[in-house]
């Protein structure tokens, strides 16, 4: 829980609830955009980035949508996506995914996700993941708590590794990490009850906010993967952490998340040693 001086900073920099409408109102657009895109999807709409990593034309059309919402709400603010880059210099910064799952997304599996975070000195304040096939909108606002739909959400409350559902996202064929990542896998996994890997970090995080997954981790992707669902999974009574260090997640883009209970478990089993 942020302490009041925060929260009065923050307040005094951005109005949360207008930020919030504006969110919700963006992913929408960006939900609808992607629901009609992928009718309309095309091998030749695809591009690869690099091996495992692919973008559409969709992705981008719905990160215009969610950049000229936001910005003609908040010309002020900084933005940053995954598509289009980092544009403007504030305090206040919007960090989005407008595709998290793009791989799923062209393949037709049924599980990606919207993600809008927005940042005040680089503390994530307001986020929202929504997913566009099952009309669920997960939302939380620093200091007030998570929400499915309007409803309040909290993580499990499982106590141990053994009973505990997990969830990953492996990292791409060419990431330096790869080998050592796999070893942490199967550490994880010949302890964990389950493992799942269903390809959208952000919507896995939701998932751990609502108590559908126990814990999450990963160590190969970007702020705009993880910033809104770490909001969700700490507002939502949950904890985040680095996988090896004490620095902020958000800046090493590696992600520890569960209740109270299996972090420490988990973090242990992440950090063995060969």
Same mark, same amino acid.
């Given at each position: 829980m942020p302490s009041t001086k925060n929260l009065t900073r923050i307040e005094e920099l951005v109005d949360l609830d207008a930020a919030l409408a504006a969110a919700l109102e963006a992913a929408g657009e960006a939900c609808a955009i992607l629901v009609q895109g992928q009718n309309q999807l095309t091998e030749g709409m695809v591009k690869t980035k690099s091996p495992g990593d692919v973008t559409t034309i969709i992705d981008r059309r719905a990160e215009d949508a969610i950049r000229n919402l936001l910005q003609a709400r908040f010309p002020e603010f900084a933005f940053t996506g995954e598509e289009g880059g980092t544009s403007g210099h504030s305090r206040c910064r919007w960090i989005v995914d407008p595709l998290d799952g793009t791989m799923n997304?062209?393949?037709?599996?049924?599980?990606? *996700? !919207?993600?809008? $975070?927005?940042?005040? %000195? %680089?503390? +994530?304040?307001?986020?929202?993941? *929504? %997913?566009?096939?099952?009309?669920?909108? #997960?939302? *939380?606002?620093?200091?007030?708590?998570?929400?499915?739909? &309007?409803?309040?959400?909290?993580?499990?409350?499982? &106590?141990?590794?053994?009973?505990?559902? !997990?969830g990953t996202v492996f990292p791409p064929p060419s990431w330096s990490g790869r080998d050592a990542y796999l070893k942490r896998f199967c550490t994880v996994a010949s302890h *964990?009850?389950?493992?799942?890997?269903?390809?959208?970090?952000?919507?896995?995080?939701?998932?751990?906010?609502?108590?559908? @997954? %126990? $814990?999450? #981790? +990963?160590?190969?992707? /970007?702020?705009?993967?993880?910033?809104?669902?770490?909001? @969700?999974?700490?507002?939502? &009574? &949950?904890? +985040?952490?680095?996988?090896?260090?004490? /620095?902020?997640?958000l800046h090493t883009n590696r992600l520890a998340a569960s209740n109270a209970h299996l972090l420490p478990p988990l973090l242990e089993l992440l950090r063995q040693e060969d």
């Open positions: 997304y062209v393949h037709g599996f049924p599980f990606y *996700a !919207v993600s809008l $975070a927005l940042t005040v %000195d %680089d503390e +994530v304040v307001m986020g929202v993941v *929504a %997913d566009p096939l099952r009309g669920e909108t #997960f939302w *939380a606002l620093v200091g007030r708590g998570a929400f499915l739909d &309007g409803n309040p959400i909290t993580v499990s409350n499982v &106590g141990s590794m053994e009973n505990a559902l !997990v *964990a009850a389950g493992v799942r890997r269903s390809g959208a970090a952000a919507l896995d995080l939701a998932y751990v906010a609502a108590g559908r @997954l %126990d $814990a999450f #981790f +990963v160590e190969s992707l /970007k702020a705009w993967d993880i910033a809104a669902g770490m909001l @969700l999974v700490t507002e939502a &009574g &949950g904890q +985040v952490a680095d996988i090896f260090t004490a /620095k902020p997640p």
